[in-house]
């Protein structure tokens, strides 16, 4: 059973940084396309970042793009989010997420956010 579990969490004052880990277990991580989702109170989910097997190809929302980095240590079994220049705005839970059958070559639709399998999730509180 494939397990996620999501580390490092906290919080820090805008324009700090802080780093996301998300250890996977029970699986074949190197052939999982992974993301990086977040959820605000009284708003949707939403993807934030994501990474395809291969790590070759990566995905950021707008409103992160330049300020998030995705990255994955295969040796590890383990992804991270490197978030710099933080915003009031990024408060939120943060969860990891992996889509276990993943198209060998991502397509125009990638991501497609057809995750198999979440973590918990980690709180980032960024004070103004």
């Known amino acids: 059973q494939v397990h996620l579990a999501e580390s490092g969490g906290g919080l820090v004052q805008a324009g700090g940084s802080l780093r996301v880990s998300c250890e996977v277990s029970?699986?074949?991580?190197?052939?999982?396309?992974m993301g990086w989702l977040r959820q605000a109170p009284g708003k949707e989910r939403e993807l934030v970042a994501a990474i395809n097997w291969s790590g070759a190809k990566t995905y950021y929302a707008e409103s992160v793009k330049g300020r998030f980095t995705i990255s994955r240590d295969t040796a590890k079994n383990t992804l991270y989010l490197q978030m710099n220049s933080l915003k009031p705005e990024d408060t939120a839970v943060y969860y990891c997420?992996?889509?276990?059958?993943?198209?060998?070559?991502?397509?125009?639709?990638?991501?497609?956010?057809?995750?198999?399998?979440w973590g918990l999730g980690t709180q980032v509180t960024v004070s103004s």
């Open positions: 029970g699986g074949t991580f190197s052939m999982y396309d």
């Open positions: 997420a992996a889509d276990v059958d993943p198209p060998a070559v991502p397509g125009i639709s990638w991501p497609r956010s057809e995750y198999d399998y």
